[in-house]
């Protein structure tokens, strides 16, 4: 199976200051027959279920802020919110589908400072 | 409007068996495929298993293979995971979630159902 390893475990951030959450995987998630990588970022609040983020490891979900962004290709991913809000407040995933069985990162914990 | 709705959780011994439905709706059920997540207390998410759009093409994670089945009901807009041979392990919240094909982002959850096995 894929590992999918997220850093920080979690991270508390300023008001309208910069998050920015790092995932590896342990293989390349990237598909060289169509050059996507094939890794989404998830925003889960307690009691709700995960909403997607972002696809192909930098298109945003329609609907999406575009204080969220990712990047990143191959191996290494990044989700970066640009400017945190309250809102904001969540655990976040990364997912890899490239690879069956589909795997997640642990999750990474945003708090407000 | 997208709605998924899980049903069917609820408290099980171990060796027990349960049905879970995720009834779809607002969309074309047979133009997606559709996977089961599941995420044990206080742990992440990780998925279980999925099912193309005319089912197909099933898969499953190693750990529940032979154990569960899922299925789904075009027509009645419905997709079930049977979970037989339950073991603690099992305890989770379960999640439908579609997406367009399987190996695909998934866009749009259910709010889950949580199942528990225990002695």
């Known amino acids: 199976d894929i590992v999918m390893t997220q850093s920080p475990d979690s991270l508390a951030v300023s008001p309208g200051e910069r998050a920015t959450i790092n995932c590896r995987s342990s293989q390349s998630v990237e598909n060289t027959s169509n050059n996507k990588n094939y890794l989404a970022w998830y925003q889960a609040k307690p009691g709700q279920p995960p909403k997607l983020l972002i696809y192909w490891a930098s298109t945003r979900e329609s609907g999406v802020p575009d204080r969220f962004s990712g990047s990143g290709s191959g191996t290494d991913f990044t989700l970066t919110i640009s400017s945190l809000q309250a809102e904001d407040v969540a655990i976040y995933y990364c997912h890899q589908y490239f690879i069956t069985p589909q795997t997640f990162g642990q999750g990474t914990k945003v708090e407000i400072k | 409007e997208v709605q998924l709705l899980e049903s069917g959780g609820g408290l099980d011994q171990p060796g027990g068996s349960r049905r879970l439905s995720c009834v779809a709706s607002?969309?074309?059920?047979?133009?997606?495929?559709m996977t089961w997540v599941r995420q044990a207390p206080g742990k992440g998410l990780q998925w279980v298993s999925a099912?193309?759009?005319?089912?197909?093409?099933?898969y499953y994670r190693d750990s529940v293979k032979g154990r569960f089945t899922i299925s789904r009901d075009n027509s009645n807009n419905t997709v079930y995971l049977q979970m037989n041979s339950l073991r603690a392990e099992d305890t989770a919240v379960y999640y439908c979630?579609?997406?367009?094909?399987?190996?695909?982002?998934?866009?749009?959850w259910g709010l889950g159902t949580l199942v528990i096995v225990s002695s």
């Open positions: 979630a579609k997406s367009v094909v399987t190996r695909f982002h998934f866009d749009d």
């Open positions: 607002g969309f074309s059920l047979s133009n997606y495929a």
């Open positions: 099912i193309s759009g005319n089912g197909d093409h099933t």
